[in-house]
């Protein structure tokens, strides 16, 4: 029994260090690295314990290199952004290691760079793991332009009940105890956002319903 597991654990790293190792070997191929981080998102998604074995592969700073490199590449930014959420889940180790990595940089510049593309504005979720309760993140994240950018996500995609969802969740892990971002928040026009969200798509409220009076104190500038 515990042979056969260990084995089988092997088996598995085995496969993580392939993969990583095949993306340090082609770091300017957008194919390779898309369907790399594909791949480490489909090996880790719902597998808790395959997660600590792709961090301890590097697999989640492979993934944020791919981002550097292939910046303008959105199935290289999709890829990984996926891959990213599937990896940190739940994981406290692959979540630091996502973050010291410069992944928040990243994941803001996924966002802005293609503002049209539902499923990019869908990882603000990634910025609800990375900033709700690490004051430093949220101020990273803040300097970054992050709170801007999930607004303008809720205002590009006023139909889509899955962007308005993971934006307001962003903003309110973003915005919780931090008087900068809430006040970023007001600025971009949240409040509006989120009270067009709240009235547009059934089960909004709870996540949003929090940011409302947070937002309604806040003087916006002229």
């Known amino acids: 029994g515990r042979e056969a597991a260990r084995a089988a654990a092997a088996a598995v790293r085995a496969r993580f260090d392939a993969v990583v190792s095949h993306m340090r070997a082609h770091p300017g191929d957008a194919a390779v690295q898309g369907m790399s981080c594909r791949e480490l998102g489909d090996m880790t998604r719902n597998e808790p314990e395959m997660r600590d074995l792709a961090g301890a592969a590097g697999a989640v700073e492979a993934v944020t290199a791919a981002m550097r490199a292939h910046a303008q590449i959105m199935g290289v930014q999709l890829g990984a952004c996926v891959a990213l959420g599937d990896m940190t889940s739940g994981n406290a180790e692959n979540l630091a290691r996502t973050v010291n990595s410069g ?14 593309s539902e499923a990019m504005q869908t990882n603000a979720a990634l910025l609800t793991t990375m900033t709700l309760g690490y004051p430093e993140i949220q101020t990273r994240a803040g300097n970054l332009g992050a709170v801007e950018v999930v607004v303008a996500a809720m205002l590009a995609h006023p139909r889509s009940r899955l962007v308005q969802f993971q934006a307001c969740g962003a903003l309110g892990a ?27 798509h059934y089960g909004i409220h709870r996540v949003a319903a929090s940011l409302v009076p947070l937002l309604g104190g806040i003087k916006r500038k002229r």
Do not use: I, S
């Open 174 to 200: 973003m915005a919780q105890g931090h008087a900068a971002n809430l006040a970023r928040a007001g600025n971009a026009g949240a409040l509006e956002a989120v009270n067009a969200a709240m009235t547009n």
């Open 103 to 116: 992944a928040v940089r990243f994941v803001v510049a996924a966002m802005r760079a293609f503002p049209q």
